[in-house]
T-cell receptor, first 114, second 118 residues
Framework: SQQGEEDPQALSIQEGENATMNCSYKTSINNLQWYRQNSGRGLVHLIL?????REKHSGRLRVTLDTSKKSSSLLITASRAADTASYFC??????????????FGSGTRLLVRP | KAGVTQTPRYLIKTRGQQVTLSCSPISGHRSVSWYQQTPGQGLQFLFE???????NKGNFPGRFSGRQFSNSRSEMNVSTLELGDSALYLC?????????????????FGEGSWLTVV
């Protein structure tokens, strides 16, 4: 199963409202990243939070990380129709040769209604 | 500067055929990773190349292979295509690759190549 699991799977809100997405993971991490994917397109990097950080902001984005609960949340404030996309969390997972790979959650599909 | 470029964007192949996808990373980036995205399995790591060497590999059969050239461009090949190989294949580039994850190295993705196997 995947390292990260997003909750909810789908979210529909009105423009101007805030959207909160949650991500849970299973093993210890060094970093957690959030990505956005518009339908049928590539992934756009939003924000990276390190394991020793608890909160990070970038524009209308606010990410929190609780390593004790192995969870993270992404808050998008004052949402816009253009925020409609799928959002994924990704954690690093160590491999046998001491390198790492990104493991993605299942994603949250966000729909912002105008 | 230019982003990660993947070609082709869309292609349709028949079962049993093979396919080659290409990825040009961001200028200066030496690491290229490949991911497969399907509705059922989500985003899964295929392999990573760094300075022409395969650094690590995901849990995919040997039909999936790749290589990286001296200019950091990468290709991935899938032989003996199966219906289940239909997916969006994403390429990602970064300066230090996944070992740089420890220091918060950002990984940038291309638009992907949509492969449909019929």
């Amino acid at each position: 199963s995947q390292q990260g699991e997003e909750d909810p799977q789908a979210l529909s809100i009105q423009e101007g409202e805030n959207a909160t997405m949650n991500c849970s993971y299973k093993t210890s991490i060094n970093n957690l990243q959030w990505y956005r994917q518009n339908s049928g397109r590539g992934l756009v990097h939003l924000i990276l939070i390190r394991s020793n950080e608890r909160e990070k902001h970038s524009g209308r984005l606010r990410v929190t990380l609780d390593t004790s609960k192995k969870s993270s949340s992404l808050l998008i404030t004052a949402s816009r129709a253009a925020d409609t996309a799928s959002y994924f969390c990704a954690t690093d997972a160590s491999l046998m040769d001491s390198s790492y790979k990104l493991i993605f959650g299942s994603g949250t599909r966000l729909l912002v209604r105008p | 500067k230019a982003g990660v470029t993947q070609t082709p964007r869309y292609l349709i192949k028949t079962r049993g055929q093979q396919v080659t996808l290409s990825c040009s990373p961001i200028s200066g980036h030496r690491s290229v990773s490949w991911y497969q995205q399907t509705p059922g399995q989500g985003l899964q790591f295929l392999f990573e190349y760094f300075s022409e060497t395969q650094r690590n590999k995901g849990n995919f059969p040997g039909r999936f292979s790749g290589r990286q050239f001296s200019n950091s461009r990468s290709e991935m090949n899938v032989s003996t295509l199966e219906l289940g190989d239909s997916a969006l294949y994403l390429c990602a580039s970064s300066l230090y690759g996944t070992r740089g994850l420890l220091t918060g190295n950002t990984i940038y993705f291309g638009e992907g190549s949509w492969l449909t196997v019929v």
